[in-house]
């Protein structure tokens, strides 16, 4: 398929103010049609659902259209998907709620290269239910989180297990689904981080085998949403703290207070939006089936970004590359030697170019490559990238090093 930049381009208002964003894995620009979506629905009659006024029939609509388009989006079913404030609140949302069926001595497996938002709910739930967390360490001179390195720390004593489908920090994409495998196979629970994933690649929970997964909107071109989706039946057999007037149903029982329907109705657009990707938006079949040929098609656009980067990198002197796994998205953690990333950072912030520099919440991955909780200066490609922006990044860091 084909990848018309120009006109993606053409959509994001934000592109106007002249900065070349590569801070996409912190949160994307958004596009017109999410704005106009999100506008339209605090505009038009708007209330609590319900299936008498026009309020309560257009949160209604609201609501079943975007749990319909995040389902396509994540290959779930659309009663499978709960909506929250954050990723992290999902997280911490589900961590108690599973947590009550553990009980002391049970054990629970977390890893290195995660975000901290899918690692300390987990351990802070662990502790509470008197359970053993146990970690497993990924490889910090390849950057690889194998199979192997969760089967070590599996038991029969396993609960569960929550890793990363990718690295906000470094881009490496364990292998998830041989990792479901082994946890499955141990009768543990596998949950599966994939906020930073989620912007790269098509996604299918049920190749995964994920028995729960968690992304961000704000990740993929929509407003500030959590999102989790559940394995078939998963979520029915879960009791989360609830008011007691509030619906027992699944998902709305996960669901804490209204929902934000202004945002929903924004990340139904963006869904369509990433739909519309490839060949100009004139891709055929069902939303699913345009998701999976748009995410091909910024696969192969996002690829070729980063090599024109990796090459560039390769012959800038005192420079070191963190991201070195042979499966990972486009986003690249460096270092300088003798200088701080910080200052590259603010070097580049000066020429309207956004690269942060930090660890990102990935504290853990951080120490573990040595780093402390500093980090380094992070990379991110998202759809709107171009050629123009790579060479504008590369010259800037020549700049900032002097070359």
Partial sequence: MTYDIASIRARFPALDSGVAFFDGPGGTQTPRPVIDAVVGAMAAPLSNRGRLTAGELNADRIGGGARAALGDLLGAAPGDVVFGRS???????????????????????????????????????????GAVVRWADFDPESGELAAADIEAVLTGRTRLVAVTAASNLIGTRPPVAEIAELVHAAGALLHVDGVHHTAHAAVDLGLLGADTYVCSVYKLLGPHLGVLAGAPGLLEELRPDKLLPSSDAVPERFELGTLPYELLAGATAAVDFLAGLGDGGAGTGTRRQRLLQSFAALEGHENVLRGRIESGLARLPGLTVHSRAADRTPTLLMTFEGRDAADAYRFLAERDIAAPAASFYALEASRRLGLADAGGLRIGLAPYNDTSDVDRLLDGLVGFLGV
């Fill in 87 to 129: 990723a992290t609140q999902l997280t911490y949302d589900l961590a108690r709620a599973l947590a009550k069926t553990w009980a002391p001595g049970d054990e629970v497996v977390v890893t290195r290269l995660d975000h901290d938002a899918n690692i300390r709910p987990w351990t802070q739930a662990a502790e509470a239910a």
